[in-house]
């Protein structure tokens, strides 16, 4: 039983081997179908080397021919594979979104494109299983084969023309030079500038001339300024950048004519500013954001003493204002912590637009001392002699002061009043006499209200009118008198009389009748009645 088991094994695994290989002899010897594809039709009619085709499904893309691969490659778009392809449609169909957006409801749709280069295309686009199939086609080469893809051809070759005109045409000069300095290649603007320096009756040679010196060319320069003179035009500037391209230099001359004229400007107008300043007789010292001096004139020098040398090395401000300190050139302070802090504070006072000190200084000088801002955190310091404005305006408040005690000791009462009629001065008698002490008041004194004051001390007279239109008139007016009484009984006497500048002197004296002696009002009297 047991060899019958056996060859029963032997049997059924013969049977097996049998049958596998029949079937791998079947699956070898039936042809696999092949399954159904968008690009069939594309085929079969013999497109397959004329037609660039590109399968998306929405805007992702699922295949394309070689060709189709090179024109994304190389299209001028960025971003996804459907943003490179709409970026060179748009050359030949700039409405080729929307137009592409009809192929799902109309199924295909065939446009006929032109490029602004007079070059045509053919796009075929149609919505088949959900996917759409673009097919473009370039009608020149009427179906027949190419070595390679016409539309990827087409475009490389519109791409080496585009970056040669922006080459020809860019507004700078562009070169490249061999490891031995030589220039090998350069755009237009480079041969237009060359030409023009060449010599009358010379042409361009091989290698092409340099513009500038070899220097600009080292690979260690960036940004070198340089300049280049032709026969019979302004010398021009040129901002030099060079960067290494494998073995070669490229360089680029940006035209820089614009910034070397705003910076002669700049130093012109600095020359002349600084010429300014230096006629200027207060003191001006600017610091920088850093509060480091940048700029002085002389009168600075004169007015305090500081060494040039000791400017010339840009010292801060705070050093600047203790070098003044030691040549007793600041108010001497009785606490020195706290004239510290007050340094800080005039740098922030004055960086705010708001400082503004007198210094009295020992010698007996005074010194105005302003703080301005100025743009990007600087600061203007400015320092002004102003001891004999001071000593004028002490001279004359002096003068005032004893003009003041001499009228106010006259037994006359006296009231001076402007060309405008303002109530400008007036006495004790004054004061006294009519009840009215105008010191308080003096601005808003006209002789109008003064008029109408002296109206009602007084009984009713045309004199009080004559008198308003006399301080109040201008021009040449003769001095004249007139008398009138008080309310009080007593005779008083009057005098108007026309001082310089169109001022006005009117002066007062009253008198008791009724026993034939005059009785006046003196400035001891007023101080001893109030």
Not at 387 to 411: K, N
């Amino acid at each position: 039983m047991d060899w019958l088991l056996a060859l029963a094994l032997v049997l059924i695994a013969f049977v097996a081997a049998i049958g596998g290989l029949l079937a791998v002899s079947a699956l070898q010897g039936t042809p696999k179908r092949a399954s159904a594809s968008i690009f069939a039709d594309m085929t079969l009619s013999g497109d397959a080397q004329a037609a660039t085709v590109f399968l998306f499904d929405g805007e992702t893309l699922v295949d394309a021919t070689p060709g189709g691969r090179q024109i994304l490659s190389s299209s001028r778009g960025r971003g996804s594979n459907w943003l490179r392809l709409i970026g060179y449609l748009t050359l030949y169909f700039p409405d080729v979104e929307q137009q592409l957006a009809r192929v799902l409801e109309e199924g295909q749709i065939i446009l006929d494109g032109r490029s602004s280069r007079g070059k045509t295309l053919v796009m075929t686009a149609e919505f088949r299983g959900g996917l759409t199939r673009i097919a473009l086609t370039d009608p020149a080469q009427d179906g027949r084969p190419m070595a390679t893809d016409p539309l990827a051809h087409s475009a490389m070759i519109q791409e080496v023309e585009l970056l040669r005109d922006v080459l020809a045409q860019a507004p700078m000069l562009i070169w490249r030079e061999n490891p031995a300095g030589e220039v090998v290649w350069a755009n237009g603007s480079y041969l237009m500038k060359a030409m023009a320096t060449l010599a009358s009756g010379r042409e361009l040679g091989w290698p092409l001339p340099r513009l500038f010196d070899k220097l600009a060319s080292q690979s260690t320069v960036r940004g070198q300024r340089a300049a280049v003179t032709v026969p019979g035009e302004d010398q021009a500037w040129f901002d030099l950048i060079g960067m290494q391209s494998g073995d070669e230099r490229l360089v680029f001359a940006l035209p820089a004519d614009a910034a070397v004229n705003a910076e002669a400007a700049l130093r012109d107008f600095m020359q002349t500013l600084t010429k300014t300043f230096a006629q200027l007789p207060t003191g001006l010292a600017i610091f920088d954001r850093q509060r480091q001096l940048q700029l002085f004139n002389p009168a600075l020098l004169d007015l305090t003493g500081l060494p040039a040398d000791f400017l010339s090395m840009r010292p801060s401000l705070l050093s600047v204002l203790d070098a003044l300190r030691d040549r007793n050139m600041i108010p001497e302070p009785k606490d020195y912590r706290h004239w510290r802090r007050q340094l800080v504070e005039l740098e922030k006072a004055a960086a705010s637009g708001v400082y503004e000190e007198t210094w009295n200084l020992p010698d007996g000088q005074t010194f105005k001392v302003v703080g301005r801002p100025h743009p990007n955190g600087a600061l203007a310091l400015m320092i002004e002699d102003i001891t004999s404005e001071v000593s004028r305006s002490r001279r004359y408040r002096s003068d005032l002061e004893l003009g003041q005690a001499v009228i106010d000791e006259m037994e006359e009462a006296v009231a001076v009043f402007s060309a405008s009629g303002q109530l400008v001065m007036s006495n004790l008698a004054y004061a006294y006499l009519w009840a009215h002490d105008p010191e308080d008041e003096m601005q808003s004194d006209s002789i109008r209200s003064v008029a109408a004051h002296w109206r009602m001390q007084s009984a009713p007279a045309t004199l009080w009118s004559e008198a308003e239109e006399f301080i109040s008139t201008v021009g040449n007016r003769v001095a004249w008198k007139a008398d009138t009484r008080l309310l009080d009984g007593r005779l008083l006497s009057c005098r108007f009389a026309p001082l310089a500048g169109g001022a006005t002197l009117a002066a007062f004296h009253a008198r008791d009748t009724s026993d034939g002696v005059r009785t006046v009002v003196t400035g001891s009297e007023r101080q001893k009645s109030a």
